[in-house]
C-alpha cells in the first residue's frame, strides 16, 4: 500500500471551509488475545426476557445482516477521548482551556482531587461547576466566564470557544442553568463507536475454595457493641425480638453466612447472562461532522467587538478549524493510548501504521486519504490557535479553578457517610 500524505493545515482549512462532508477514521480490531479469543461487552440492566445483559442487534455489515454487539458506546467513547486530552494537556504536549473545580482543601473529600471540564459528565455546564465558587466566593454561574457561558448559542459560540471549546466539539446541553431545560443545546460533533461484528455470546463460570476450610453452615452475627462487625458467638450477638440478628451487607449474598462476609467456598456456577462474547473482529468508526461545526457561529471577537462582513466569515472559518484540529488530537491521542477497554477486552489493530483518516467530499465520490499521529495532530491545532489568534480569538490560556460550595462539598460528605453506614446495612434497634 502507497504511503499516505499527511495532513496539513491548509488541507484542514479547506475541508472546513466547505470541501468535505465529514472527515472518518475506520480501524478493525482484534482480541489482544489472537482471533477467537473471548471478550466481555459493557452490560446493561436485563429487560424481561432478555437473553444476555450485553446490547446486542443486527446490523448491515457488507451487505450482509451481521449479529453485532456493542463494545463501547459513543459516550464511552467520548469519556476517552476527553480523558484522553486530559492526559496530553496535564503533559503540556497540548494547550487547551481548562476549568477545574479542585477539592484538595477540602476536609473528608480531598482524595478527589481535581475536577475539570474533560471530566465532568456535562462539561462547562456540569453542576459541579454550577454549586463552586472562585477565589472570592463568587459563584461560577456569576462570574464573568459563567455569565458568558450562560448567554452564549450556537449562534453565538464565542464564549464556549473561549473558556471550554471541547463543549463545541463532544456537545453541550445547559439544563443546570437559569433556563433549566430550555438551556441552549450543541449538538455533539465528534462521534466514535465500537462494536464486535459476528458476535457470539459465551458463558462465565465461577467458583472459589476457601483456603482457611471455612463452611458455609456457621452462622455469622451483628456484633452487640459494633453492629458494623461481626461475630459466630451468640453471647455477643446483637439481639432483636429476643433472636441474634444475621450479618448481611448491601449487595452480599447468605445473609447470616460466611459468604456474607466474603468467607467460605463459592459453589461451581455457569453465569449465560454476561458470559463474554467471540466475534470475528471489532470495528471502531469515528465521524467528525463539518456540518456540526459549520452551524457555529461567531459573531464577536474575544473583546466583544462585532465581527462583520468578510472579516467576520474568516474569523468564523478560523474558528471551526481549531475546533476541528482538537477533534483531531482527541482522535490521534485516544488512538495512542490504545483500546484496553474494560478487564478482558483488550484489542489491537489488524493492520500497522499510523491512523489513516478519510476526508469524506461534500459533493460525494471517493474520499481522501491522510496519515495522522498525535504529534502531528497537536501541530496542527497550535497553528491553527495561532490563526484564529490573530484574527480576534484567543484562548484563554490560564486556567480557571473554583473550589466546591460549602453545600456542595456538604452535599458529597454526607453521601459518603450514608454510602459507609449502607453498605454494612446497620440493623436498625429499638430505643
Known sequence: MAELPALTLDDLQSAVAGEAAAVRAVT?????????????????????GSTTKYAFEMRRVDGQDAPTVLLDSVASQANRMEEALLSAWEDHRIHVPVISVDFSGEEGISDLGRITTLQAPHRIADALLRDSVDAEGTRFRDTPVGAAFTDASAKNATAIFRYCPTALVFGVWDSTGPRGGLGHKIQRALVSEVVGVGAVAGVKTSSRLDPAGIQSNVEVYHRRDDPHEWT?????????RGKPVPFSRKGA?????????????????????AGGVTLDYALQTTVLSLPALRRLRFPFDAEGMLLEGERRAVTERAARCVLAALALVAITELREQGYDLRSRSFLVPEEGGP?????????GGEPRRFS???????DLLAAAVAEATKLGLPWDRE?????PAPKLAGLIR??????????????????
Do not use: M
Open 253 to 273: 449474598e447468605g445473609k447470616g453466612k460466611p459468604s456474607a462476609i466474603n468467607h467460605s467456598n463459592v459453589a461451581p456456577s455457569i453465569d449465560a447472562l
Open 414 to 431: 454526607e453521601s459518603r457517610r450514608r454510602a459507609a453506614a449502607e453498605g454494612s446495612e446497620e440493623p436498625e434497634t429499638s430505643p
Open 28 to 48: 478493525r480490531l482484534q482480541p489482544a488475545g489472537g482471533k477467537g479469543d473471548k471478550v466481555f461487552p459493557p452490560t446493561y440492566a436485563t429487560d424481561r
Open 355 to 363: 491512523l489513516s483518516l478519510e476526508w469524506v467530499p461534500a459533493e
Open 399 to 403: 486556567p480557571l479553578t473554583l473550589k
Open 372 to 378: 495522522l499521529n498525535a504529534r502531528s495532530a497537536a
Open 232 to 240: 459466630t458467638d451468640v453471647a455477643e450477638a446483637l439481639v432483636e
